[in-house]
């Protein structure tokens, strides 16, 4: 009896001593992450360094400021390679849920600005990032990334590639409509406001950046020659799959692929697995091209009145815009993209489209030189009110602007025509709108 207390007694001894210490553990690393955190704030570099490597080596999971700051001292201050590497990885092990896509995009860029890492292993880490969040990565590794899947790919499986690009489309689409979202409710009555605005359409023009990039790269392979018969050869095992689908109709009337039997095949089977606004605007078009115009305007209808989100149903609205382009209805095009700007007056695309309208109207709207060139400040007037509008598409927006521009009347022409600048000058044929005469 007497040695089993012993035991219980000696036991307890040493739990309480284990205790004792954790505890004093536990307080060491409470002082020195509150002396770091001080210097650090005060920009007393040298001296955060000695307290946060104790963090690094003894407090591991204490906080992730530990790592957010501490990539400063290894990165900026001290320029470790090694310890930068250590405070990544350290921070992915003990704090794998603090935005971890974004912390595996940053570490890869800092591994490839430094030459630290093989393409293959930086592929490797941007794939980590891109399977948890594509819409926290880096724009530019967003593009590495895909050119990774790309060249891997491209010959052995086609379809992961477009999968791929689909996939990050559709997350950036959601990321930037929830902008879109946001943009629409602030107004710049506050100087919060003003700072979300500037954020959010900062964040918008980065990743409207994205989808030219991506198609960029993809250009080579997405060809009709190249998916018509990769549909063909997979649509029997998908012809269900709306999501399989809905990609399938997108590529092929995106590359214009349209004139192909298998692009009605997969609109209708689309249609019939996702009675959908998305799946009938297809299927309107569809309609029409077989000359059946009462069937397509009834889809176009039932599309719009099925979606109840007024950004969506702008975009349907720009969509039959762009049919009733194709078929020379110019006035009748510009009439629905207002109605979409109606319905989400930041549609930078819908202004763009009505700009990339007029000028292709600009032989036709005008006898003579000055008159043709002022269709292309019609234009410009919408391009640049494109961009002011819809920051995701400043970029692409400023090579319209920049064309129209070069083709507005210079000084010389404009004296030859009698005109004034600064005048209002109204512009002929089935735009009617008055514009300004430029002034220099």
Not at 163 to 170: A, G, P, R
């Amino acid at each position: 009896m007497k040695k089993i207390t012993f035991l219980l007694a000696a036991l307890l001894f040493i739990m309480t001593a284990k205790t004792n210490a954790q505890d004093d553990a536990n307080r060491e690393c409470a002082i020195k992450y509150n002396l770091f955190l001080g210097d650090f704030k005060s920009k007393k570099y040298e001296e955060a360094y000695t307290n946060w490597i104790y963090l690094m080596d003894n407090c591991k999971d204490l906080s992730v400021n530990v790592y957010k700051y501490g990539s400063t001292l290894a990165e900026d201050v001290r320029k470790d390679p090694a310890l930068a590497k250590r405070v990544y990885e350290q921070r992915l092990e003990f704090f794998p849920n603090q935005n971890p896509a974004k912390v595996h995009s940053d570490y890869a860029t800092y591994l490839a600005d430094n030459k630290l890492s093989t393409e293959d292993e930086i592929f490797t880490i941007l794939e980590k990032g891109y399977s948890i969040d594509p819409t926290k990565m880096g724009v530019k590794n967003l593009y590495k990334y895909f050119q990774g899947v790309t060249d891997r790919n491209k010959d052995t499986d086609p379809q992961k590639v477009f999968d791929t690009y689909d996939d990050v489309l559709e997350n950036v689409n959601k990321k930037l409509e929830g902008y879109a979202v946001q943009l629409k409710k602030l107004s710049v009555d506050s100087v919060a406001n003003k700072k979300k605005i500037h954020a959010y359409s900062t964040n918008s023009r980065a990743l409207g950046t994205v989808e030219s990039g991506l198609d960029a790269i993809v250009s080579d392979i997405a060809t009709c020659e190249r998916l018509i018969p990769l549909y063909k050869r997979n649509f029997e095992a998908h012809k269900s799959d709306a999501i399989w689908l809905k990609r399938a109709v997108s590529r092929l009337f995106n590359k214009e692929c349209q004139e192909d039997p298998l692009y009605q095949e997969l609109v209708r089977a689309y249609a019939e697995a996702s009675p959908s606004p998305e799946a009938y605007s297809f299927l309107a078009s569809v309609l029409e091209d077989a000359g059946d115009n009462a069937g397509a305007d009834e889809m176009r209808q039932k599309s719009f009145d099925l979606e109840t989100d007024p950004l969506k149903k702008s975009k349907y609205k720009l969509k039959f815009a762009q049919s009733a382009k194709s078929k020379g209805q110019f006035s009748k095009a510009r009439s629905l993209a207002r109605e979409a700007i109606s319905l989400n007056p930041n549609s930078g695309r819908a202004y763009l489209f009505i700009a990339n309208l007029y000028a292709s109207s600009a032989n036709n709207c005008g006898t003579n030189e000055f008159e043709k060139r002022m269709v292309y400040v019609a234009a410009l007037n919408k391009a640049q009110r494109a961009a002011s509008v819809d920051p995701s598409i400043s970029a692409v927006a400023g090579k319209y602007i920049r064309s129209y521009r070069g083709n507005v009347p210079s000084q010389k022409v404009i004296f030859t025509a009698g005109v004034n600048p600064g005048s209002s000058y109204a512009i002929k044929c089935w735009i009617g709108e008055t514009v300004k005469v430029p002034s220099k």
